[in-house]
Structures are given as C-alpha cells and as structure tokens.
C-alpha cells in the first residue's frame, strides 16, 4: 500500500545517496579539485532531506485520515528539516571561517569566560547524556588572555569540541576542559573517556564531510562539517585545532590560540624609533 511505497522510496532514496557518494570517491581521485568537490558534497548531502521531506509531506497529504501513519511521518519531517536546518547553518559557518579576518571583523575577545560561558551552555547536554563537564582553570588568574578576533567563530570551536567529546562519552564519564599558559600562547584542551579515534581515521576527521561512523554521526544530528570549521576558524586566527586519541582510551582536542601581547607591540613600535 500507500505506506509501504513512501518506505520503500525513502530507502532507495538512502541507497542512491550511498551509491553517488561512492562515484564521487572516483571523480575526487581524477580531478583534484576541492571546489568541485565540496559543491558536489553539499549538493549530495542536501539532496536527501529535500527529498525526503518533499516525499513525507505528500504521504502525511494523503494520509490525513491516519493519525498512526501521520505521526510517524510527521517525526521524520521534523528530523529532516532540522537537519537541512544545521547543515545550511553549518555550510555558512564553514564558507565564514574560510575567509580572511577583514579588520572590522576584530573585536577584543576575551578567552577565559568565553570558555567558561560555553561550558556552562553545555551543562544541560551533559547532564541529559549522565556526563560530569570538569574545568580547570590556568594557575596565574591575573593574566589576561585575550585577543582580536571574531567571539561567535571561537565560541563556536569550542563549541564544537565541547558537543563532540559529550556526544562520543559513555555515561558517568568525565569530560575534562583544561585552560593553561603556553609561552604566549594560550591552549584550550577537551578531554573525554570515549571510544577514541584510530589512526587512520584521525588524519581525515578535519575534512569536510568525514565522520568515522556515517550513520552513528547523522543520527545524532551531525554534519560532519563541526572540525573543517574548527580548524579555519582557528587557522584565521593564527592558531590551530590539535587531537590526541587512543581507541579505547579516549580523544584529546586543544585550541591554541596566539595572545595578543600589548608590552610586546610596544617594545617592537620602541625599537623602529631607535
Ligand atoms: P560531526 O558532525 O559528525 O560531529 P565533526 O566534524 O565534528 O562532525 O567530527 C568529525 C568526526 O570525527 C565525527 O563524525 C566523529 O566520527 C569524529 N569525532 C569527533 N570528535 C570525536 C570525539 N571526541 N570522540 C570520538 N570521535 C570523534
């Protein structure tokens, strides 16, 4: 009937999906172009919401005097939509980060309780997954770490690292978010207990698009985009995004950010007088 059609056209549409990713793999090896690739990715991953949704809303039309068949699909509309909600969200972060700091888009941002204010913003996800989010804090309080740059972008690194390392914790897991001093540099470290990353997925987690485990990343709502962000909006900065991970042991991820350094910059204007 009717029902079983939309399922069996919601499946093919999920197999076709897999089927032109798999030519793409291909087409990336002969023509070494990312552009075309990312526009042929984004177009692939939009692809299958709209399709589906477009598929739904015609079944819950017909369906209407169904309340069984109507709530089930109408649960999936509203999972589809928010994913093609967080993926255009996440494609203009992307093509943000991407671009060059232009000078008015720097503004005095100030690390530690933008740190602290993400933390507290993730307490009710760490909560809901039974994770225990631990910070500590650099040891000289007085220091200022500070530097020009654009507050939602980093807020949105860590962020990023904050909902990863919550989403791959086991319950009754710690997540553990250090703040420390490096020469004049300043590191933000996540830490979590979860299943980690192996080796050769870890060179490519930065890509856009990669996720270790496509079906596990969907479901929970992933894009596979939140690292490519990461890492261009930290390069932006002139810092970078690092991963440590062991299977079965755990991920490690740090933000180093370069601090602005005002006595700095005033023995370099001191030095071109002389
Ligand atoms: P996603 O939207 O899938 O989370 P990301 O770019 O943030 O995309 O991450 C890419 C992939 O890296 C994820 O799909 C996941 O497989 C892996 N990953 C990221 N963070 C962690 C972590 N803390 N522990 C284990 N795997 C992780």
Redesign the pocket.
């Known amino acids: 009937d009717h029902t079983d059609n939309v399922r069996t056209h919601l499946f093919r549409l999920q197999r076709r999906f897999v089927v032109v990713l798999a030519l793409d793999l291909g087409e990336e090896q002969r023509v070494n172009s990312m552009r075309r690739d990312f526009i042929a990715n984004v177009s692939h991953e939009l692809k299958t919401p709209i399709a589906a949704i477009g598929l739904l809303a015609e079944a819950v039309q017909q369906a209407a005097e169904d309340p069984e068949i109507v709530r089930e699909f109408s649960n999936t509309l509203v999972k589809e939509s928010r994913r093609l909600g967080s993926l255009s969200r996440d494609i203009i972060q992307l093509s943000e980060a991407q671009s060059a700091l232009r000078p008015e888009d720097r503004e005095r941002v100030k690390l530690r309780p933008l740190v602290r204010q993400e933390v507290d913003a993730h307490r009710a996800l760490a909560e809901q997954r039974g994770v225990t989010l631990v910070i500590t804090d650099a040891l000289d309080t007085e220091r200022d770490a500070s530097l020009m740059g654009r507050p939602a972008a980093l807020a949105a690194a860590v962020a990023?690292l904050l909902s990863?390392?919550i989403r791959?914790s086991p319950e009754g897991e710690r997540v553990g978010v250090g703040m420390a001093f490096e020469k004049k540099r300043f590191v933000v470290t996540v830490t979590?207990q979860?299943?980690?990353?192996a080796g050769e997925n870890l060179a490519r987690?930065f890509e856009r698009f990669?996720?270790?485990?496509e079906a596990r990343?969907r479901d929970a709502g992933?894009?596979?985009?939140?690292?490519?962000i990461t890492r261009h909006t930290m390069r932006a900065h002139g810092g970078d995004v690092d991963v440590w991970s062991q299977p079965g042991v755990g991920?490690s991820f740090s933000l180093t950010f370069p601090l602005h350094d005002a006595a700095e910059d005033r023995r370099k204007r001191a030095k071109k007088k002389v």
Do not use: F, K, Q
């Open positions: 990023n990863n390392a791959h979590d979860g299943e980690g990353i987690i990669y996720r270790v485990d990343s992933g894009t596979g985009l939140g690292l490519s991920s």
